[in-house]
């Protein structure tokens, strides 16, 4: 082989070696990158909060073993019901939120399918939707036969509270978007002013609360639009923790 073909068998092969180096280089970010989100991800899921003030309350609302310790499955059981119902930070303690929040979907559950069993929501209006601030609960019902619910709701804020009273619906916005608060307002209707049931992205349990409209999950502000019309009565009546 002459020397200038040697030089070319020489050129080439560092050529491929390079290729192959930079190769194994850009292949090394995203395996280093994978292993850092993993670590991220783990710490992340991890659940390490103690014991909180409301330890035994969330253990018995949970069905767990009833001790007042924390115990990796308590924290685990805590965090998930953190997770589900929009409450952070979500690491597993049993504070005063976390157990608020119990409280009211206990409550909540207690109503089953007689929400109106105190008979607080009128009966003499034919079709008409409830609104209990209290239990933040929803639901319709004809005369006092139960239509639909009850379900969960998020009413207004501390200085925002959703004013109680009969109401009655008087505008609906299948895709209503607030040019107050930059948000869309799916399923709106109105009843009071700028006050209305709409559906929302998050959770109907987070707190604060609302600037005033009964926030609803998706589905049943969906079902809310249509079992409702323009002229239907709302009543709204209780008054929500912390307002």
């Given at each position: 082989?002459?020397?200038?073909?040697?030089?070319?068998?020489?050129?080439?092969?560092?050529?491929?070696?390079?290729?192959?180096?930079?190769a194994?280089?850009v292949?090394?970010?995203?395996?280093?990158?994978?292993?850092?989100?993993?670590?991220?991800?783990?710490?992340?899921?991890?659940?390490?909060?103690?014991?909180?003030?409301?330890?035994?309350?969330?253990?018995?609302?949970?069905?767990?073993?009833?001790?007042?310790?924390?115990?990796?499955?308590?924290?685990r059981?805590?965090?998930?019901f953190?997770?589900?119902?929009g409450?952070?930070?979500?690491?597993?303690?049993?504070?005063?939120?976390?157990?608020?929040?119990m409280?009211?979907?206990?409550?909540?559950?207690?109503?089953?399918?007689?929400?109106?069993?105190?008979?607080?929501?009128?009966?003499?209006?034919g079709?008409i939707?409830?609104?209990?601030?209290?239990?933040?609960?929803?639901?319709?019902?004809d005369?006092?036969?139960?239509?639909?619910?009850p379900?969960?709701?998020?009413?207004?804020?501390?200085?925002?509270?959703?004013r109680?009273?009969?109401?009655?619906?008087?505008?609906?916005?299948?895709?209503?978007?607030s040019?107050?608060?930059?948000?869309?307002?799916?399923?709106?209707q109105?009843?009071?002013?700028?006050?209305?049931?709409?559906s929302?992205?998050?959770?109907?349990?987070s707190?604060?609360?609302?600037?005033?409209?009964?926030?609803?999950?998706?589905?049943?502000?969906?079902t809310?639009?249509?079992m409702?019309?323009?002229?239907?009565?709302?009543?709204?009546?209780?008054?929500?923790?912390?307002?």
């Amino acid at each position: 082989m002459t020397s200038a073909a040697v030089k070319r068998a020489n050129v080439r092969v560092r050529g491929r070696l390079g290729v192959l180096l930079g190769a194994a280089a850009v292949l090394a970010v995203p395996l280093s990158g994978v292993v850092g989100a993993g670590s991220a991800q783990a710490a992340t899921a991890s659940c390490t909060a103690g014991a909180g003030p409301y330890q035994k309350q969330a253990e018995r609302f949970l069905g767990r073993p009833v001790d007042g310790r924390q115990s990796a499955a308590d924290c685990r059981a805590i965090r998930d019901f953190q997770l589900d119902h929009g409450i952070s930070p979500a690491v597993g303690y049993a504070g005063p939120v976390t157990w608020g929040v119990m409280d009211l979907v206990a409550k909540q559950r207690a109503a089953g399918s007689n929400p109106n069993a105190d008979r607080k929501c009128p009966v003499d209006k034919g079709r008409i939707a409830c609104v209990d601030l209290t239990r933040q609960l929803s639901w319709i019902q004809d005369g006092s036969r139960l239509a639909f619910g009850p379900v969960p709701i998020r009413s207004g804020r501390d200085g925002y509270e959703t004013r109680t009273g009969l109401k009655r619906i008087y505008w609906r916005s299948v895709d209503h978007w607030s040019t107050i608060y930059k948000v869309r307002m799916p399923y709106s209707q109105f009843f009071d002013g700028g006050q209305a049931f709409h559906s929302i992205d998050g959770s109907v349990w987070s707190a604060p609360g609302s600037h005033g409209c009964v926030n609803m999950r998706r589905g049943d502000a969906k079902t809310y639009w249509s079992m409702l019309k323009n002229g239907d009565d709302v009543y709204v009546y209780g008054r929500k923790s912390g307002t």
